[in-house]
């Protein structure tokens, strides 16, 4: 009778020791992305920055994604250059302690999103050689639980540190502390990933068009996200304007979020493997729906208490959902490629949202109010959308779930008579004492 062996096999190890560097790296993400999410419109609004100059703020992600069409022409080719770029856009951070104007937060921000837009395309593609197929969704889950409670604890901390040392001091700490953790993206190592192939603006595109269920999954997140989107500039006005709020209520309802995305995107990835990327998908989108509705009729910061905790379970539906959708779909050849036209069209969409709203409210033809309601109704088509029967759609994704189920209960089969354990337990086993370290 054999023995499971106590000590880890290479797969281990190699699995272990990336998705500890991953964390690492999540987590500078996280605190930077909390502070320039949350807190800089605030900051912003104090200043007298008016909504569509909140606009501009907001737009900044949806400009680097559009920009992000690129990626295969100037984005990192290595773990080193990965590293260098996120680091840059950690770094830009730094700078509003030198110069805070309203023009510089905006630049600053769009390069910031920008050292995430050109990483992220290869950062998918590492995670496919990185991580068994089996594992991804469990592996961008634990992934998401570090980067999310980071953010959580930045808010509560930068909203502190804000109130007491100014908000672009909290700010340049952040970037600071986000510099320090992207040097992890250096130590991974994935040996059959490979240099990845070179594409243009015009084959991000294509690889999209081949794939017609993330052109579906497009539209509705179009919708969806339109909505979410367009809402971002207003929140800033509902802070400052409807209830009055300090820094340190804006941090804890960064927290809140935070926290919600930390505890979700395990149970995420567990949906995900099991059940299928949409079914995360679909549960998600309605969840983010009543978020907003919530933001829309606050009376009192308990309100935005809730809806940040259904915020937050969104976000990371989301995040899971579609890195899973990619994957699933698409070959680690294309997935850089795909990846870059999903952002490039977000992107577009996302510019267009971002500054909607805010026009309509700056000229007088909507309130605070209505406008967030408007921007639910378009994230309520979404929601109908990612929902939406589909037979042939549910079939595939029902049929990968079962695949990966009956290939992982084949091999543990297989492996269990040869050396009493599978080789999916011991990969998870030693991810897990990796992670208890």
């Not at 400009?63 to 069409?69: D, H, K, R």
């Not at 909290?170 to 994935?190: P, S």
């Not at 639910?376 to 990966?404: C, F, M, N, W």
Request: charged share 10%; with cysteine.
């Amino acid at each position: 009778m054999h023995r499971p062996s106590l000590h880890p096999s290479p797969l281990q190890r190699a699995v272990g020791r990336n998705l500890t560097l991953d964390l690492v790296a999540a987590v500078g993400i996280g605190v930077s992305t909390a502070v320039i999410g949350s807190l800089l419109p605030t900051i912003a609004r104090r200043g007298g920055l008016e909504p569509l100059g909140l606009s501009a703020l907001a737009a900044a992600p949806f400009i680097a994604n559009l920009l992000g069409i690129w990626a295969g022409r100037f984005g990192p080719r290595t773990p080193v250059q990965l590293a260098l770029i996120r680091g840059f856009g950690a770094a830009s951070l730094i700078a509003l302690l030198f110069v805070s104007t309203a023009a510089v937060m905006i630049v600053v921000a769009i390069a910031f999103w920008i050292s995430l837009s050109f990483g992220g395309p290869y950062q998918l593609r590492l995670w496919g050689a990185m991580y068994p197929a089996r594992f991804l969704g469990r592996a961008v889950g634990v992934i998401g639980t570090g980067r999310n409670a980071a953010a959580g604890i930045a808010a509560l901390a930068g909203g502190l540190v804000a109130d007491r040392l100014g908000g672009t001091t909290a700010v340049a700490i952040a970037g600071g502390v986000a510099v320090l953790c992207a040097v992890a993206y250096a130590g991974f190592r994935a040996g059959e990933a490979g240099p990845p192939p070179r594409f243009s603006a015009r084959d991000t595109i294509r690889v999209l068009r081949e794939r017609p269920i993330l052109g579906r999954l497009a539209l509705a997140q179009g919708f969806y996200g339109g909505g979410l989107i367009a809402a971002v500039p207003l929140y800033a006005l509902v802070y400052v304007d409807r209830l009055n709020l300090s820094l340190a209520d804006v941090g804890i309802i960064g927290i809140l979020t935070a926290g919600a995305s930390t505890v979700s995107s395990l149970i995420w990835g567990v949906v995900s493997d099991r059940r299928g990327a949409r079914m995360v998908l679909r549960i998600g989108t309605v969840i983010g729906l009543v978020g907003l509705l919530l933001y829309a009729l606050a009376p009192h910061v308990a309100f935005l208490w809730v809806a940040s905790i259904a915020a937050g379970t969104s976000n990371s539906s989301i995040d899971v959902g579609l890195a899973a959708v990619m994957s699933d779909n698409t070959p680690i050849s294309a997935r850089s490629a795909a990846s870059a036209g999903w952002n490039a069209i977000t992107g577009a969409r996302g510019i267009l949202a971002a500054f909607l709203m805010s026009a309509l409210l700056q000229v007088g033809l909507v309130n605070v109010t209505t406008g967030l309601l408007l921007c639910a109704a378009s994230t309520a088509i979404g929601v109908y959308l990612y929902g939406r029967p589909d037979v042939a759609q549910e079939s595939e994704a029902r049929g990968i779930a079962r695949a990966k189920r009956a290939g992982w209960a084949a091999r543990s089969a297989r492996h269990a008579q040869a050396a009493g354990v599978s080789r999916v337990t011991r990969v998870i086993a030693g991810v897990r004492s990796v992670v208890s370290r």
